[in-house]
C-alpha cells in the first residue's frame, strides 16, 4: 500500500467514524424530542439543527400555545422557541439548555431522567408567562426562550 492509500484510508477511517457520530446524535435527539412530545402531551418539532466542528450538535424545539387549546384555530396562539445542545462524551449524551446553561447528561435508555429535562424547560417556559411578560400583541408570533443559530 502507498502512502497515498494508506493516507486515504485514514481519511475513510475518519470519516466514517464522524458520520456514524453524527446520525448517533440525530436519533437520540429525535427520540428525546418524541418523548418530550408525549411529556407535554402536544407536538414538539425540531428545527435549526447545525454542528459545530467539534461535533457538537445545535437546535431548538417549539412548542405552539394557545389561549384556548380545544379551538386553536379561534383564539390566540404563540411559538415558544427552547435552544438545546447535544454532545455525546463516552457513553453519554450532554444536553445543555441555553442561555441558562443548564446541563444534564443522559443515557439513551435512562428515560426517567429525560423527564428532568423536560420538566426544566416545563418550569422555564411557564416562568415567562408568569413573570410580568409585557408584549402579548397579536403581531409577537413567537417568544424566543433561547438563542437563535
Given at each position: 500500500?502507498?502512502?497515498?492509500?494508506?493516507?486515504?484510508?485514514?481519511?475513510?477511517?475518519?470519516?466514517?467514524?464522524?458520520?456514524?457520530?453524527?446520525?448517533?446524535?440525530?436519533?437520540?435527539?429525535?427520540?428525546?424530542?418524541?418523548?418530550?412530545?408525549?411529556?407535554?402531551?402536544?407536538?414538539?418539532?425540531?428545527?435549526?439543527?447545525?454542528?459545530?466542528?467539534?461535533?457538537?450538535?445545535?437546535?431548538?424545539?417549539?412548542?405552539?400555545?394557545?389561549?384556548?387549546?380545544?379551538?386553536?384555530?379561534?383564539?390566540?396562539?404563540?411559538?415558544?422557541?427552547?435552544?438545546?445542545?447535544l454532545d455525546k462524551i463516552l457513553d453519554n449524551y450532554v444536553v445543555v439548555i441555553l442561555p441558562w446553561g443548564?446541563?444534564?447528561?443522559?443515557?439513551?435508555?435512562?428515560?426517567?431522567?429525560?423527564?428532568?429535562?423536560?420538566?426544566?424547560?416545563?418550569?422555564?417556559?411557564?416562568?415567562?408567562?408568569?413573570?410580568?411578560?409585557?408584549?402579548?400583541?397579536?403581531?409577537?408570533?413567537?417568544?424566543?426562550?433561547?438563542?437563535?443559530?
Amino acid at each position: 500500500m502507498s502512502k497515498f492509500e494508506e493516507l486515504c484510508q485514514a481519511y475513510a477511517a475518519a470519516r466514517k467514524d464522524y458520520l456514524e457520530s453524527m446520525q448517533m446524535r440525530q436519533d437520540f435527539v429525535d427520540s428525546f424530542v418524541r418523548k418530550m412530545s408525549d411529556y407535554f402531551q402536544c407536538p414538539v418539532e425540531k428545527t435549526d439543527v447545525s454542528f459545530d466542528e467539534r461535533g457538537i450538535m445545535y437546535f431548538s424545539i417549539l412548542i405552539t400555545l394557545y389561549e384556548n387549546p380545544s379551538q386553536p384555530e379561534k383564539f390566540a396562539s404563540e411559538i415558544v422557541n427552547v435552544s438545546l445542545t447535544l454532545d455525546k462524551i463516552l457513553d453519554n449524551y450532554v444536553v445543555v439548555i441555553l442561555p441558562w446553561g443548564k446541563e444534564f447528561k443522559l443515557f439513551w435508555d435512562e428515560f426517567n431522567k429525560f423527564e428532568e429535562v423536560y420538566e426544566f424547560i416545563f418550569e422555564k417556559i411557564k416562568e415567562a408567562y408568569t413573570s410580568g411578560i409585557t408584549d402579548l400583541s397579536p403581531e409577537n408570533k413567537t417568544r424566543n426562550l433561547g438563542w437563535e443559530f
